[in-house]
């Protein structure tokens, strides 16, 4: 497998526009989970999905943000309309969370700046 | 809610030294506990997890950790650092039957010649 695909890896757009960030899970993952690494916050957990359904969704900053998986092997994140306090590194991540297989594993992650 | 916290934001070791990265969890019961490597524009690896069982834990790249609940901690060793090691550390938690993961901030890690 592939491992988890991200994309774009660097997205650079000016505030006030919509940014769609796209993730392609492991195969066979149930669980989706979105992460946003910033220098001031560290890893924050936005949302996660168990087959296909948003479970926890606390993590979202504001309304702005929405995420959707419309199947098992596509997720995206959405910020509309986007602000420079949103730039930071967007990382998607997918586990099987099977007894102890409960490793998540990680894209390499999007970087947005919004200016 | 848990959360873990590395003391240290930097740690500087010369190769072919020893390496020991600190991580302390707070969680109720027993935790599950992680630590991951993230190399410059990459994303995170594990290294390693515990979840029960033997609290020496062994992972890749020659890691290992020590789960201590008496202290709760959960701490990443390394005999030898090798200059490929150089990377951001990351420690983190979930609780059980719980799927999310908290990160503590990570401990960077030069390795100098």
């Known amino acids: 497998d592939a491992g988890v695909i991200q994309s774009p890896r660097h997205e650079v757009t000016e505030m006030g526009q919509e940014v769609t960030l796209r993730c392609k899970p492991i195969?066979?993952?149930?669980?989706l989970f979105w992460y946003r690494q910033t220098m001031m916050r560290g890893l924050e957990l936005l949302i996660y999905?168990?087959?296909?359904?948003?479970?926890?969704d606390s993590g979202m900053p504001e309304d702005r943000f929405s995420a959707k998986m419309p199947n098992a092997s596509f997720s995206t994140l959405k910020i509309q309309p986007s602000e420079p306090r949103d730039s930071a590194v967007y990382f998607c991540?997918?586990?099987?969370?099977?007894?102890?297989?409960?490793?998540?594993?990680f894209g390499q992650g999007t970087r947005l700046t919004v200016v | 809610a848990q959360s873990v916290t590395q003391p240290d934001i930097h740690i500087t070791v010369s190769e072919g030294a020893s390496l020991e990265l600190r991580c302390n969890y707070s969680?109720?019961?027993?935790?599950?506990l992680f630590w991951y490597v993230q190399s410059p524009g990459q994303g995170l690896q594990l290294l390693l997890k515990?979840?029960?069982?033997?609290?020496l834990v062994q992972g890749i790249k020659g890691f290992e950790a020590e789960f201590k609940r008496s202290q709760s901690s959960f701490n990443l060793r390394k005999p030898s650092v090798h200059w490929s090691d150089a990377a951001e550390y990351f420690c983190?938690?979930?609780?059980?039957?719980?799927?999310?993961?908290?990160f503590g901030a990570g401990t960077t890690v030069t390795v100098r010649a």
């Open positions: 969680y109720g019961a027993t935790p599950y």
């Open positions: 195969s066979g993952h149930d669980y």
């Open positions: 991540a997918s586990s099987p969370y099977r007894d102890e297989d409960t490793e998540a594993f």
């Open positions: 515990y979840f029960s069982g033997d609290t």
């Open positions: 983190a938690v979930a609780a059980y039957n719980d799927y999310k993961l908290s």
């Open positions: 999905f168990n087959n296909n359904v948003p479970i926890d």
